[in-house]
């Protein structure tokens, strides 16, 4: 087995055998049924909107020559254990009765997921599917990655826990290569288990730091759930009847699709919104606008000083949702003048996902006072951590802090293995130019499909909002979300859910994933959303 894994790992990409990309196929009709929804369907789309002379919407002859019936999975070498625990149908049952009816289940016939390895999940049947939402964008480097798998177990026959009142070689091991990949002053590590317990502790330290109460933080962002962190996180969903984070307010989210204000150059990515606008170059209203409400939640809403501020660089719950391109860095400024800490919640954004950086902020041109990480920095596993300066972290030094499993040797044995991971595949560059390629190929179903209102993101960290017609921009409604996402599932291709109104599918997979995957789920989503335009002919 050593030998296999050292063969495996001594060439990079080595989870993917460079392949050919295939051209979308040429389409056929297959069923008279979707020939006969097409011609009842003549020139009305999406629910009743006639085709405007000189759009891009597809006409009835376009539609029949690009679609495809079946797109063909890529292939790969692994075989899966065969299953040998509970039947389905007990494992169903367990579920409802022994587990919190509050955790939901995607799916109508939810999934019992036995596998996986790199991008891919078997399930009992020894189905294959390709995973575009990586455990909740938490499965960085692809599932069961060999280096860290073998690092982990190494570390299971030598020492698992001790606290870190003693020293242990992995946990200066790895806060020292943690921190290489930080810009100064971002220097001194706090290991935790979860986002919300990072964001928990940033929030606690911002305000013992400053000895200012008040954190500003964006509608719809999600910071955790906790009772503490609940109080940052606005999206409704989320919120329980009952007291939680007090001084936390929320500012308008400077949304440039959805919001009030937003162009056709806001945004700091390969795909810009359908909405426009007549700023010159190097001009945005839209920030400029919401700037000003910015001031006015700094004016009107919290104290004269201010604990701090609170921002995911692309809000991931909310469907990857970016700011106008100089936002951050003058909202930065704009805290910091009232006394207040700059908070980046890198829990979905940090370590390669954006591609074209390493952290999110790094994008905004920023430099935060308190980082947080989690999901991301041990593949799976669960550790988190927050990133502060000296002089922020000394203000904890006052009293005792304490966490007893935050920074235990296997954490951080795993968190090493997986920087070692994205350093050696090139996780880093493969997510900016899959992720591309990606962003792009959605783009072109915009211009296609008129229920797809908005297409955005960077690198692997992509969201595609579905709304009724482009010119309301009101949400595509769960009825007709949900066949299309089962849809995807059917085909082989598992998606996310996000958005306020849970209107956009939230594309985030392992960073390991390949052109070839991407091309494959592009046709699935295709097919899906044709498949979507017959159910609508047909009704």
């Not at 945004?267 to 007549?278: A, E, F, N, W």
Request: glycine share 10%.
């Amino acid at each position: 087995m050593g030998r296999k894994l050292s063969r495996r790992l001594s060439s990079p990409h080595w989870w993917a055998r460079p392949r050919p990309i295939p051209s979308l196929p040429t389409a056929k009709f297959t069923t008279p049924s979707m020939a006969r929804a097409l011609g009842r369907f003549g020139p009305l789309w999406a629910g009743g909107r006639r085709r405007h002379p000189g759009s891009d919407t597809l006409t009835q002859q376009e539609l029949k020559s690009s679609f495809s019936m079946q797109a063909k999975m890529p292939p790969c070498d692994f075989s899966p254990e065969e299953y040998e625990s509970y039947s389905y149908e007990r494992m169903l049952k367990i579920r409802k009765q022994n587990l919190s009816p509050s955790l939901n289940m995607y799916y109508k016939k939810p999934l019992l997921l036995h596998q996986g390895h790199m991008q891919w999940l078997f399930d009992y049947e020894g189905r294959r599917y390709l995973d575009l939402f990586a455990g909740i964008v938490t499965v960085n480097v692809g599932h069961c990655h060999p280096k860290v798998t073998a690092a982990a177990q190494k570390q299971l026959g030598r020492l698992w826990h001790t606290t870190n009142i003693y020293m242990h070689p992995s946990i200066q091991e790895y806060v020292e290569k943690l921190t290489a990949l930080l810009p100064d002053p971002l220097k001194v590590v706090y290991l935790t288990n979860s986002g919300s317990e990072a964001n928990d502790l940033a929030m606690f330290m911002a305000r013992v730091y400053t000895r200012n109460f008040d954190l500003i933080c964006f509608r719809g962002g999600y910071h955790g759930a906790s009772p503490y962190t609940l109080g940052l996180t606005s999206i409704g969903s989320y919120k329980h009847g009952v007291a939680n984070g007090f001084g936390c307010q929320t500012t308008m989210l400077p949304d440039v699709f959805r919001g009030i204000w937003g162009g056709s150059h806001c945004r700091d990515s390969l795909v810009q919104t359908i909405r426009k606008c007549s700023c010159s170059q190097g001009c945005c209203e839209a920030n400029d606008r919401y700037i000003e409400q910015f001031k006015d939640t700094l004016s009107t809403c919290v104290p004269k000083a201010i604990a701090g501020f609170i921002a995911e660089p692309i809000q991931g719950v909310n469907g990857a949702i970016q700011y106008p391109k100089r936002f951050l860095k003058e909202a930065f400024q704009l805290v910091r003048e009232r006394g207040g800490v700059c908070i980046a919640d890198e829990v979905q954004t940090g370590f390669g996902r954006t591609g074209s950086h390493f952290w999110g902020f790094q994008t905004h041109g920023v430099v935060p006072d308190i980082v947080t990480m989690a999901k991301g920095i041990g593949n799976g596993f669960p550790m988190a951590a927050v990133v502060t300066t000296p002089e922020i972290a000394n203000s904890l030094a006052q009293n005792l802090h304490f966490n007893t499993f935050g920074g235990n040797p296997m954490a951080c044995v795993v968190g090493s293995a997986v920087l070692d991971a994205i350093a050696e595949d090139s996780l880093q560059k493969n997510s900016e130019e899959v992720g591309a390629y990606m962003l792009l190929e959605f783009a072109k179903l915009r211009e296609k499909f008129e229920i797809i209102g908005d297409v955005r993101g960077r690198g692997l960290m992509i969201g595609i909002e579905m709304v009724k017609n482009k010119d309301s921009r009101q949400p595509l409604p769960d009825e007709e979300m949900s066949p299309i996402w089962e849809d995807c599932k059917d085909m082989g291709v598992l998606i996310g859910r996000g958005g306020i109104y849970n209107q956009t599918f939230r594309v985030k997979p392992p960073l390991c994933i390949t052109k070839q995957d991407a091309a494959f789920a592009v046709e699935v989503f295709h097919a899906a959303l044709m498949r979507h335009l017959e159910r609508t002919a047909a009704n």
